[in-house]
């Protein structure tokens, strides 16, 4: 029997089409180094796994279904160099509500025996790739959607690039607001 080729996961807030339109017309009309992330990858990870076995979706998937959270407003209003060379939009203020998706994601994913990435959590969405360390002082406009669910994403290498594709959503419950 065969084995199927890994799969390279991770649980992310996919950027919604309009606002990723909005992010990209801004970010491109900027005199930025590196590499732009397509306007379909942009998305803000939760919690990366890696190379995965596609026995692994089952449980991945079981605990996308029993983690509950509350939907949220994310503000992306600050730009910042994280990493090697990573171009990212961050939240000033992180929500609570994605803080504690966050943490359920680790703790179901350490009751799976996958290790979650021990550094701690901080959200951005890459805007660049390979954009050095020093970029001139940016003022970001603010973005800001309100986050109604989440999924499991896979990352693909095409011949075009690397694709992220959503293989399965979860809704986040509603709040008034």
Request: proline share 9%.
């Amino acid at each position: 029997m065969a084995s199927e080729k890994p799969l390279r996961l991770f649980f992310a807030l996919g950027c919604p089409p309009a606002l990723a339109d909005n992010i990209c017309s801004w970010r491109d009309s900027l005199p930025l180094a590196g590499r732009p992330v397509a306007k379909d990858n942009l998305h803000l990870t939760l919690a990366f796994l890696g190379s995965q076995p596609t026995t692994a979706l089952d449980g991945l998937k079981d605990l996308g279904d029993q983690l509950r959270g509350t939907s949220f407003y994310l503000r992306l209003d600050q730009v910042q160099t994280i990493g090697n060379g990573f171009l990212c939009l961050t939240p000033g203020l992180p929500p609570p509500p994605l803080l504690q998706l966050v943490d359920n994601l680790r703790t179901g994913l350490s009751s799976l025996g996958m290790v979650p990435d021990s550094r701690p959590f901080l959200p951005h969405v890459t805007l660049a790739r390979e954009a050095g360390m020093q970029q001139p002082h940016l003022a970001s406009e603010a973005f800001e959607w309100r986050v109604n669910g989440y999924g499991l994403f896979r990352s693909e290498n095409t011949e075009s690039g690397v694709r992220y594709d959503e293989l399965v959503h979860w809704p986040l419950a509603a709040t008034s607001g």
